[in-house]
């Protein structure tokens, strides 16, 4: 069975940084890519992020670059989401997800999201 665990939300103040982690099982993690999105109320899903099977290429969202960093470990079948300067419009719900692929579909220079399995999500809240 395929599970994706995500952990490391909470409440932090603006500026201020997070780690997000989601670990995975039930599947040969390191034949993956994987992704970061997030869900809020008023702009639905968002895709951030995703890092290729082996960590050699990674994607951002283009609001996200430069504050947030994808990185996964293989031999730990864990990917991270490393928060900086976050904003109280970073408030969202932030899910981990599974690629069928080794590489991220790519489209006119965009990533596609395409996804098989989600994590249950982990709330991160931006407020002072």
């Known amino acids: 069975e395929v599970q994706l665990v995500e952990s490391g939300g909470g409440l932090v103040q603006p500026g201020g940084s997070l780690r997000l982690s989601c670990t995975a099982s039930?599947?040969?993690?390191?034949?993956?890519?994987m992704h970061w999105i997030r869900q809020t109320p008023e702009k639905g899903l968002e895709w951030l992020s995703a890092?290729?099977?082996?960590?050699?290429?990674?994607y951002y969202a283009e609001s996200m670059q430069g504050r947030f960093s994808i990185s996964r470990d293989n031999a730990k079948n864990t990917i991270y989401l490393q928060m900086n300067s976050l904003k109280s419009e970073d408030t969202a719900v932030y899910y981990c997800?599974?690629?069928?692929?080794?590489?991220?579909?790519?489209?006119?220079?965009?990533?596609?999201?395409?996804?098989?399995?989600w994590g249950q999500g982990t709330q991160v809240t931006v407020s002072s």
């Open positions: 997800a599974k690629d069928p692929n080794r590489f991220p579909l790519v489209v006119a220079g965009e990533v596609s999201g395409i996804y098989d399995y």
């Open positions: 039930g599947f040969t993690f390191d034949d993956h890519a």
């Open positions: 890092i290729t099977w082996d960590g050699g290429k990674t």
